[in-house]
């Protein structure tokens, strides 16, 4: 039995059987594509199993990448309160060769929508980072930054398109490292520095990223052939 | 004028019949997060001459039913799927990564003498 299974999970594209600690949380998205394919299947309805219609793109496989990044401390206080840096990484090795990438999309989940608490502004910062991280050093060496962005509160979840990134980064599949910088920006009535220290330490509570990332087998998806004129 | 069939000899024909898997029962659960099982079904029957006219068969199928008619020796032709259709699944690696994938040919739909 454990060979013909051993077989059939190579077969899933599984070396062998996967033995999770504790399951992550699914986005909402895979829920609803999941449901959604369930119903065609119930349904009888035919469906284009190389089309992820509801993220508008061509593939057959999706995979959600947790994080496995930390966070940076840095030496100065002022710094400290007001600032916050994350070594983001996730593990593209996952991803078969002969795999297409059609999608890298970063989410990350500053935390729920809440109607108190809306306030600090945030600046967010990602660059890609340029070789592995030395233990010790203050921030990473990093190429040019590739997304820049404002948002009112800390609340909700963000979406970075990385396909560009994810691509050029890709040969050979090895981890994805990006540099995210928040900076908290005061400027409001008293009692700035508390809530600036605050939204900062309930952010590194908070702060969840993962990368989604849908690819396209061309042994399991052929080109649709083309019409003849 | 057509000899009516025995009913019981009905339910040896080829035909589909039920079978749910529960990824429970193989300890896939572990790893499987949706769904929690599906009607996979398999084909199981007889294939004799008469089945292979009217059952959605094959032409070798009929030609082998007609030989093993003519020389028992020839066996019988078998009862096969001739319709699947895929499943999605939803599962967590050894890496916590999760991922949504089909796969296809998980369902039989419709079964015949191949």
Redesign the interface.
Known sequence: FQFQ?RVFLQS???D?????KK??P??SI??R??QD??AA?TAGVSQD?CYVKELGVSG???????DQGFFLYSESLSQASSRLQKLLSF?L??IKDEEQLTMAQLGLDLGPNTYYNLGPELELALSLVQGPHVWGQATPKTGKMFALQSVPWPQGVLHFNLLDVAKRNNYPRKNLGLFLEILVKGGRASGVNFQLEDTCARLRRSLHASLLVVTLNPE?CHPPTRKRR | AAIPASKASCKNLCHRHQLFINFRD???H??I???KGFMANYCHGDCPFSLTTSLNSSNYAFMQALMHAIDPAVPQAVCIPTKL????????????????????NM?VDECGCG
């Open positions: 299974e899933l594209g599984l062998k059987e996967p033995s999770p399951f992550q699914v986005p895979l829920k594509i999941f394919q369930e299947a199993l057959n496989i999706l995979r959600l990448l947790p593990n090795s996952a399991q | 193989l300890g896939w572990k790893w997060i949706a769904p259709s895929p499943i999605s699944m939803l599962y967590q690696d050894n890496d916590d990564n999760v991922i949504l994938r089909h796969y296809e369902v």
